[in-house]
């Protein structure tokens, strides 16, 4: 059974601050109206912001940088910890680790990056506008793929590992309060802001189909809707690029044999235009669709996983305001 | 290829020994590899010109040989420009061999009808290489190809090597013919109406431009083929060759990984397949 421990902020900031020495830590800091990972300095740890919904880049550019040189033997760095990690993007990598870290075609890269990081996740005790991670099947708390997770409640940090990797990294932190507990043991409280965030986005999606429905709909779905949608899409690319899922990438050759491999999007005119001029997704139409499509039929279907964690951060990053939540909606009235 | 410790992403090196023109778009190239290298037919290699680019192709050789192989290139965009200026000691990468080529074990007893057109029949000199040394297996084997002119008919000696073999038969058509040409004029598709085909014991394998692709296809389906039976090389813009990079994906499958060859009935119904 898991053990959980409970100790003051002010003991967990100092224990963190202990840390800074052999980790490169990054972890969420508000700046403006902007909630993004940063390189946490020992000024910023009482700024840390947790157990909000979300930063805004997510999880996955920790482990597949916009460019890099997949050729050139990685340089060793301190390994890291990412702390604050939500629930949606720790479930990102259920499909992410299938897709990089297969026994066929390993990607030592995205394996490198995966193996010297710590992952602390953190509760969602709040809710954004478009977050709907409990429509897929998640919960808005660690669950799956976080060594730690931590939530910070009433001035006390509560705490717990799931792995060796978090364990190990626990045993350093000599400020542990030694009286472990299991999670029924822990004040009341937690289970009720879980309950009750849990609630709160079932309530503010009851109309949005589940993913098997959104699967099916897609499938069955008519042109119309997507020549409605896909006529305001400018074909910018920022859905792939921030969603936590999308890894589509472009190789770039460097002399000495050397490659660079370079995030990319369906998105994009040309994604898939061969030599000849051929180009299966010319029309901006088919490419809209075919997002939709990788996410709730093609990626599921192939490496039984979800593609869409439900983060929302396609429809707040783009700038035609299409609203996937909506779509989907349409598309299952 | 792909075990854990490679780097899946690094070429390995091969020299250019030779080129062949074999029309004025078409070159076919022959390469030493530096290191023991091996494919399988209808499998592909990502080839390197170094800081340039790199674009996938199918070998052209027989994969019974092993110490050298043939690529057979079109010029058709920069890459591939960049290639045709290049001369005998130029050394260029690989990775591979990758994907999913022609299950020849399902050709045993069989008569095998190609279709091919253009460039297309690079991967097929390659099936045929290997259709040769199972003859004795094979009920026959019937090679319709076409080019737009006589000056673009690519492997010309092949042909007739191809016919003094027993159980193989060739035919030939193009476009626009010139003053010499005695065969067939017209689509590559036009062949089909001049072979005798055994429905019941025959494949059928298409390799060329997409358009040839479509109505070749649509053709043998008319003429009965079963859609299991139909092998298709559905070429696309294959980048990693490890189902990664996602710019070969024909609906939900990764042309690299899953293919490129394909029967029918397992592409029939994604979306955009020609």
């Known amino acids: 059974m898991t053990s959980y421990y409970q100790l003051e902020k002010t003991a967990w900031d100092k224990a963190l601050t202990s840390l800074l020495g052999s980790f490169r830590v990054f972890a969420p800091i508000l700046r403006g109206k902007t909630l993004d990972y940063e390189l946490i300095k020992e000024e910023h740890i009482p700024h840390i912001v947790y157990n909000t919904p979300k930063p805004v880049v997510p999880l996955k550019t920790f482990f597949l940088p916009v460019k890099e040189n997949v050729v050139v033997e990685p340089e060793d760095a301190k390994p890291v910890i990412i702390l604050g990690v939500p629930a949606c993007d720790l479930s990102a990598l259920d499909l992410l680790d299938k897709f990089f870290m297969a026994e066929e075609y390993h990607d030592h890269y995205y394996e490198k990056r995966r193996k010297e990081t710590v992952l602390i996740g953190c509760d969602c005790h709040s809710t954004n506008k478009h977050c709907h991670c409990t429509s897929y099947g998640l919960n808005p708390y660690p669950e799956n793929n976080q060594d730690i997770s931590i939530s910070m409640l009433n001035g006390h940090a509560i705490i717990s590992a799931f792995s060796p990797r978090g364990e190990a990294l626990l045993a350093r932190i000599t400020v542990m309060d030694p009286a472990a507990k299991t999670f029924d043991e822990l004040p009341g409280s937690l289970s009720d802001i879980r309950s009750k965030v849990k609630r709160e986005l079932e309530k503010a999606n009851r109309l949005l189909p589940n993913y098997q429905e959104t699967t099916d709909a897609v499938i069955n779905s008519d042109r119309a809707i997507w020549e409605k949608y896909a006529k305001a899409c400018v074909s910018c690319g920022a859905c792939a690029t921030i969603c936590p899922t999308c890894t589509c990438f472009l190789l770039i050759d460097r002399p000495g044999f050397e490659k660079v491999r370079q995030l990319d999007a369906c998105q994009y005119p040309g994604f898939e235009r061969t030599a000849g001029g051929e180009d299966p997704l010319k029309k901006l139409e088919y490419r809209f669709k075919n997002r939709y499509m990788c996410k709730y039929l093609y990626r599921p279907e192939k490496f039984d996983a979800i593609a869409c964690t439900g983060c929302g951060r396609c429809i707040e990053a783009c700038i035609a305001k299409i609203n996937k939540n909506e779509l989907l909606v349409e598309l299952t009235k | ?274």
């Open chain 2, 1 to 274: 290829m792909g075990t854990k410790s490679e780097n899946i992403y690094k070429p390995f090196k091969v020299t250019l020994e030779k080129v062949i023109e074999e029309s004025p778009l078409i070159k076919t190239f022959v390469f030493v590899p530096e290191r023991e290298f091996s494919f399988k037919t209808g499998e592909f290699i990502e080839l390197t010109l170094d800081g340039i680019g790199e674009a996938p192709f199918t070998p052209s050789s027989s994969p019974l040989v092993t110490d050298r192989f043939d690529v057979t290139i079109m010029k058709a965009g920069y890459v591939t420009e960049k290639m045709h200026k290049l001369e005998p000691g130029a050394v260029l990468g690989v990775r591979g061999p990758y994907g999913r080529g022609y299950p020849i074990e399902k050709f045993v007893d069989k008569e095998i009808l190609i279709l091919s057109g253009g460039c297309g029949l690079a991967p097929i000199r390659s099936l045929l290489y290997m259709l040769i040394d199972m003859k004795d297996k094979l009920r026959k084997v019937t090679l319709c190809y076409g080019s737009k002119t006589p000056e673009d008919c690519i492997y010309k000696p092949l042909f007739s090597e191809l016919n003094k073999i027993e159980k193989f038969k060739t035919l030939r058509t193009v476009d626009l013919t010139d003053q010499y040409w005695e065969e067939h004029v017209g689509v590559a598709t036009v062949l089909l109406d001049h072979v005798d085909v055994d429905l019941s014991k025959a494949v059928a394998v298409v390799c060329g431009p997409p358009v040839m692709m479509k109505y070749g296809t649509l053709k043998l389906l008319e003429m009965g083929f079963p859609e299991n039976m139909i092998y298709l090389s559905m070429e696309k813009n294959m980048s990693c060759g490890l189902g990664k990079c996602g710019r070969c994906m024909l609906g939900g499958y990764f042309v690299c990984r899953d293919g490129p060859v394909f029967t029918y009935d397992e592409v029939k119904d994604q979306p955009h397949i020609w």
